[in-house]
């Protein structure tokens, strides 16, 4: 993340008490759903943001051979 970004606050999440019923599953499900999209999100934009700053570079060759027919 970056610097200047402030952290939004997360509620922690917690397991339903009581009966597990259809309607609490599917919020429980949606949002760990949610919590994963956030995380994988957080994670690209680092990815994204280091390889922007990174001024080194891999040399890369590309090769491209046609073969004969005999």
Not at 14 to 28: Q, S
Not at 38 to 64: D, H, K, M, Y
Request: proline share 9%.
């Amino acid at each position: 993340m970056a610097q200047d970004q402030p952290k939004v606050a997360v509620k922690p999440m917690e397991l339903p008490t009581g009966p597990i019923t259809r309607a609490r599953a599917k919020k429980f499900k949606e949002a760990v759903a949610a919590l994963i999209d956030r995380v994988w999100g957080e994670t690209v934009v680092g990815f994204i943001e280091r390889s922007w700053a990174n001024n080194l570079s891999a040399p890369c060759n590309f090769l491209q051979a046609h073969l004969a027919q005999p």
